[in-house]
């Protein structure tokens, strides 16, 4: 059973482990709250329909002790440059000085397609020598065209990178990805 372990501000907090972790990451609203539940098959990430409330890191273990991540959301300008700049630091910190091996789960929502902040913030996991993969949520809402363009694009990054066509709401592809994570 997936359970969640704790949420950190700042690198005191910290969970402390020796596993490698799977980063959930994407812009705010695309759905990684309701996909971590989807996967989970219970309401372990809380939910919002207002963009941008995570503003923590949080700590989930999954059915088979594995640690994932999720990262607050990026791209959202409501919150205060302030706010904004704060998690920005919080998250770079995290990935350059959290010694974990990571991989990271970009989600992209479909029907929106790549945003030049998903690929600003793709090219700097690159920059870092991270591995990682793509999900592409919502893919239900999004029309054939759509989800034909979109998934073209995460192809173009190459063979290492894994991309999951998925939908929280009607279970798309989250069997592949318990799967393939072995979650």
């Known amino acids: ?13 910290w969970m402390v482990h020796d596993q490698p972790e799977i980063v959930f990451w994407g812009r705010s609203n695309v ?12 309401k372990i990430a809380k939910t919002s329909s207002t963009p941008g409330r995570t503003k923590l890191i949080n700590y989930f273990e999954t059915n088979s002790k594995k640690i994932l991540v999720d990262l607050p959301g990026y791209g959202y300008a409501a919150l205060s440059k302030k706010v904004q700049t704060k998690i920005i630091g919080i998250i770079d910190h995290y990935f350059r000085f959290q010694t974990n091996e990571k991989r990271v789960c970009f989600l992209i929502d479909c029907k929106v397609g790549f945003t030049a902040i998903d690929l600003e913030m793709i090219e700097y996991i690159q920059s870092l020598g991270i591995k990682f993969d793509i999900f592409l949520t919502k893919c239900d809402k999004a029309n054939q065209s759509q989800r034909y363009k979109t998934k073209n694009q995460a192809l173009s990054f190459g063979s290492s990178v894994e991309v999951f ?18 979650l």
């Open 1 to 13: 059973m997936w359970k969640y372990i704790k949420s950190a501000a700042d690198q005191l907090s």
């Open 31 to 42: 759905g990684k709250s309701s996909l971590i539940n989807a996967l989970a098959n219970t």
């Open 165 to 182: 066509m998925v939908s929280a709401i009607k279970n798309i592809g989250i069997e592949d990805i318990n799967k393939f994570y072995e």
